[in-house]
């Protein structure tokens, strides 16, 4: 809204012209998410320790991990502060804001309510995973019906490296949809266990989405690049933006030794908002590159869940597939980092697509 304001001053000053840019106001989506962040972290976290919101581990978990009982979670909270101020600042409304806003504001009470049982009510594994499933379907569902019937929307998928393929998927892809979103969102939920490691894939992810946003909603640049042309979609170049700095905020506290968790207020929102920017850029399965970190994680589980149930034999000493690392002697912060640096390396091979086709 800021940035509309400021772009009406041109007329009488011309230097305001910058904000038209969608990139200028990227970069300072990003600035005000991080100072958002880095100057409530302080307050929020001490009004965590003194309401006693502090982590609940679960008996089942590595040992290690039992002297961050108490530490404060729900640190989400400040991510999704600054992400929608910075957002509601910077962003041109329209449809596209709507609906991320919509994804970011329904998914975090999901994962709200399940901290709140989690922490104030002493219930380790809060909401049950089937009522959880089934309330992210339902905050996803409208999202979903909106671009198939939306006349500006395609039902086409879009295959990375592959040039011509792209087949309509129709009504499945009402479907197809709802498994991005939700599958997303409990990915980067599954990932949120150890000091800093969600939120570094979740950065690198939304650096691809920001790029792909901005290519996307640009006609020019779309048919240059051959990828899908959405109109509005460039705007969410500046949701992404703001996601990397209240991310990059929150990291400051969140590095470990942590002196926040982000909680599933932070991780389920922040997982639906990315698969909603795939949805919205067309480039819904290059999310299984650029997050890859999150695939493998959730992966980890079924594997281990299943070979249970069926073998009663474990794939892994621990899923998600991190504590394995942990178990088998690798010291957190090296876990974290080396899985950053996949992050990153894998962000760079979802970038390639654009031209390797």
């Not at 999704?80 to 970011?104: D, F, H, R």
Request: proline share 4%.
């Amino acid at each position: 809204m800021l940035g509309i304001y400021l772009y009406s001053l041109h007329k009488y000053f011309s230097a305001f012209n910058v904000f038209k840019y969608i990139t200028f106001r990227s970069i300072l989506a990003t600035i005000t998410a991080l100072l958002v962040c880095l100057f409530c972290a302080p307050l929020i976290i001490l009004w965590l320790r003194t309401k006693q919101i502090g982590q609940v581990i679960r008996d089942d978990g590595p040992p290690d991990h039992f002297s961050k009982e108490g530490t404060p979670t729900m640190g989400g909270l400040l991510i999704l502060a600054g992400l929608i101020i910075s957002t509601l600042l910077w962003m041109k409304p329209g449809l596209p804001m709507l609906i991320i806003m919509w994804v970011v504001l329904t998914f975090g009470a999901i994962g709200f309510v399940d901290d709140y049982l989690k922490v104030i009510k002493r219930n380790p594994k809060g909401l049950k995973a089937r009522l959880k499933f089934f309330l992210q379907i339902l905050a996803a569902l409208p999202v979903v019906f909106f671009l198939y019937y939306c006349p500006e929307f395609n039902t086409r998928l879009v295959f990375p490296f592959i040039k011509w393929f792209r087949p309509d998927l129709g009504a499945f892809y009402i479907v197809f949809a709802l498994l991005v979103i939700v599958g997303a969102s409990n990915a980067v939920n599954l990932t949120d266990g150890l000091d800093g490691l969600a939120i570094g894939p979740t950065i690198t992810t939304a650096g691809v989405y920001a790029v792909f946003a901005y290519v996307a909603g640009h006609s020019q640049f779309a048919h240059y690049l051959d990828v899908e042309y959405v109109k509005g979609a460039g705007e969410l170049a500046v949701f992404c933006a703001a996601l990397i700095g209240g991310g990059l905020g929150f990291l400051w506290y969140n590095a470990y030794p942590a002196q926040v968790f982000m909680g599933d207020v932070g991780s389920l929102p922040l997982g639906a908002a990315i698969g909603t920017a795939a949805l919205l850029s067309k480039q819904e399965l290059v999310l299984a590159i650029a997050g890859g970190i999150f695939v493998v994680e959730a992966v980890s589980v079924m594997v281990q869940v299943t070979s249970y149930k069926w073998k009663q034999k474990r794939v892994f000493r621990m899923a998600p597939i991190h504590h394995h690392f942990e178990l088998i002697g690798w010291a957190e912060p090296k876990v974290t980092v080396r899985f950053w640096i996949i992050s990153i390396l894998l962000a760079l091979a979802a970038l390639s697509t654009l031209k390797l086709r």
